[in-house]
């Protein structure tokens, strides 16, 4: 088994957990808005219930996208670079370091097995993502 791998299962793992709270993308929302009035601005005109569906689909290629993606995900994964890239939602560099952030916290706050070799490992998976997607945030 990969190192990879095993960092996958584990985050993997985690979300689950998380995801059985119930408010894992609700509680996400409230931290990131309150969290600078440049998030709230990008979210200005947001449906915010079908963005917290959007968030968990997100969320769940960010993971698979870290280890043996399919290719349905890194589709995904090339749409979502597009989608936040300058010349559409514009979502800058910065705004990423708060993403993840409250991600981190969302995380902590939702599964109780929460510690620091978890961090890590969320921590690893969500970069990796969004490396990719600041790849794309000037070319398109
Ligand atoms: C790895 C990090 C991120 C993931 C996985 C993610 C995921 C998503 C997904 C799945 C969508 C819906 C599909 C789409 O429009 O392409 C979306 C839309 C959006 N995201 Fe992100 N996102 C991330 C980072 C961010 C950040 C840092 C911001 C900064 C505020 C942001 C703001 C937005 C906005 C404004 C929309 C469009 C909302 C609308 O339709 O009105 N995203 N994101």
Not at 33 to 51: G, H, I, N, W
Not at 81 to 86: F, N, T
Request: glycine share 4%; charged share 25%; with cysteine.
């Amino acid at each position: 088994m990969s190192d990879n791998k095993a960092v996958r299962d584990l985050v993997e793992k985690s979300y689950g957990i998380c995801r059985m709270t119930g408010s894992f993308s609700s509680d996400f929302y409230d931290l990131f808005l309150a969290s600078s009035p440049l998030v709230r601005e990008k979210f200005a005109d947001t449906d915010m219930q079908t963005q917290q569906r959007m968030l968990d689909q997100g969320i769940r290629h960010l993971i698979r996208y870290f280890h043996a993606p399919s290719q349905v995900t890194l589709d995904k994964m090339q749409e979502l670079g597009r989608s936040h890239s300058k010349s559409r939602l514009n979502i800058e560099p910065a705004l990423y370091a708060i993403w993840l952030d409250v991600l981190l916290k969302t995380v902590a706050k939702h599964d109780p097995d929460f510690d620091d070799e978890l961090e890590n490992a969320w921590r690893k998976v969500a970069e990796y993502g969004i490396t990719a997607m600041l790849a794309m945030y000037n070319q398109i």
